[in-house]
C-alpha cells in the first residue's frame, strides 16, 4: 500500500493512490486557501470510513438494514508534542436493536486504521536525495 503525495505549493499538497487524488490544504488563517481538509481531517477521515466500512459489512453479515449508517470522528488537540490526544468515534444506526450494538462495537474496534492507532505502529522516516535532483 502506497500514496504519493506531491507539494503543488504553499501549503497545499496533492496525494495520489491507485489513479484517486485529493487535495490537502491549510485553512486561511494558516497560511492556505482552503482548498482541501487538513492532515489531521484526513486521519478523522481514514478512522470514521474505515470504522463505518466494519460496521456496515457487521449489518450486511445479518441483514441489517445499513443505509443510514453515520458515523462522527472527532478528535482533542494536545501538546508536548504536538499531536491528536484523544479520539471519539460515533456510529449512528437509527433503529438497530439493541442486541446488536454490542456487535457493531465490536465490529469497529476490529478496523485496521483503529488498531493500527490503538498499538503503535513503528514509523521511518527517511529523507533522500536523488542524484537526479542535482543534475543542471
Given at each position: 500500500?502506497?500514496?504519493?503525495?506531491?507539494?503543488?505549493?504553499?501549503?497545499?499538497?496533492?496525494?495520489?493512490?491507485?489513479?484517486?487524488?485529493?487535495?490537502?490544504?491549510?485553512?486561511?488563517?494558516?497560511?492556505?486557501?482552503?482548498?482541501?481538509?487538513?492532515p489531521p481531517e484526513y486521519l478523522l477521515v481514514s478512522l470514521g470510513t474505515c470504522?463505518?466500512?466494519?460496521?456496515?459489512?457487521?449489518?450486511?453479515?445479518?441483514?441489517?438494514?445499513?443505509?443510514?449508517?453515520?458515523?462522527?470522528?472527532?478528535?482533542?488537540?494536545?501538546?508536548?508534542?504536538?499531536?491528536?490526544?484523544?479520539?471519539?468515534?460515533?456510529?449512528?444506526?437509527?433503529?438497530?436493536?439493541?442486541?446488536?450494538?454490542?456487535?457493531?462495537?465490536?465490529?469497529?474496534?476490529?478496523?485496521?486504521?483503529?488498531?493500527?492507532?490503538?498499538?503503535?505502529?513503528?514509523?521511518?522516516?527517511?529523507?533522500?536525495?536523488?542524484?537526479?535532483?542535482?543534475?543542471?
Amino acid at each position: 500500500m502506497q500514496v504519493t503525495i506531491q507539494h503543488l505549493g504553499d501549503v497545499k499538497f496533492e496525494a495520489s493512490a491507485r489513479g484517486h487524488r485529493v487535495v490537502c490544504d491549510q485553512p486561511a488563517d494558516n497560511g492556505g486557501s482552503d482548498s482541501g481538509m487538513t492532515p489531521p481531517e484526513y486521519l478523522l477521515v481514514s478512522l470514521g470510513t474505515c470504522a463505518g466500512f466494519y460496521a456496515a459489512q457487521y449489518m450486511k453479515a445479518r441483514s441489517l438494514p445499513h443505509q443510514s449508517l453515520e458515523v462522527k470522528v472527532s478528535a482533542e488537540k494536545a501538546t508536548q508534542p504536538a499531536r491528536l490526544g484523544q479520539f471519539r468515534i460515533e456510529v449512528v444506526v437509527p433503529g438497530l436493536d439493541p442486541q446488536h450494538q454490542a456487535g457493531v462495537l465490536r465490529a469497529v474496534k476490529a478496523c485496521l486504521i483503529h488498531n493500527t492507532m490503538i498499538h503503535s505502529p513503528v514509523i521511518e522516516t527517511v529523507v533522500s536525495t536523488p542524484a537526479a535532483a542535482f543534475a543542471a
